[in-house]
């Protein structure tokens, strides 16, 4: 069972993806982690599991994100510094994929469950690929479909 009652809707953010690319630049690419860490209530309501796991890896994204711009903005590196900031960079990176591979099945079980009947479901979020080298605005493309479809409210 979902978290939500079967009455309501699910409520999602509309977000045009030209904005979303805008305030990737603006942030200087900080904007796909507050993407994950506001749109966490939005997903709540989609995951039946309940668990803690996904805030629990959005917090760590999210202040590890920050945590390398703090540091990348205040020293300079020999090369030991740069070896772990590599590193920190490809955990973050697996942990981003982790996390849109993970709503990227939400957001297909969901409408599966939702509208079995919808023709959308072989369409919802369909390749793995574009999940990973796009994540938050891919699932974001897809999450505006849904709310045009009506299988999600749009959230003001």
Not at 70 to 83: C, Q, S, T
Not at 118 to 142: D, E, K, M, W
């Amino acid at each position: 069972e979902y978290p939500n009652d079967s009455k309501t809707l699910p409520k999602f953010k509309h977000i045009p993806i030209l904005v979303m690319l805008a305030l990737t630049v603006v942030t200087l690419g900080l904007y796909p982690s507050a993407w994950f860490l506001y749109r966490r209530g939005d997903i709540k309501q989609i995951d039946r599991t309940g668990t803690k796991i996904l805030d629990n890896l959005i917090h760590f994204y999210v202040f590890s994100q920050l945590t390398l711009y703090i540091i990348f903005g205040l020293w300079e590196f020999g090369y030991l510094w740069g070896a772990y900031l590599s590193f920190i960079g490809m955990v973050m990176t697996a942990i981003s994929i982790y996390l849109a591979l993970y709503i990227r099945e939400l957001l297909r079980t969901y409408v599966a469950d939702a509208a079995p009947e919808n023709p959308l479901n072989a369409f919802v979020a369909s390749s793995i690929l574009f999940t990973c080298f796009l994540g938050v605005f891919y699932l974001q493309t897809h999450i505006n479909i849904l709310i045009d479809a009506h299988i999600f409210e749009e959230r003001i």
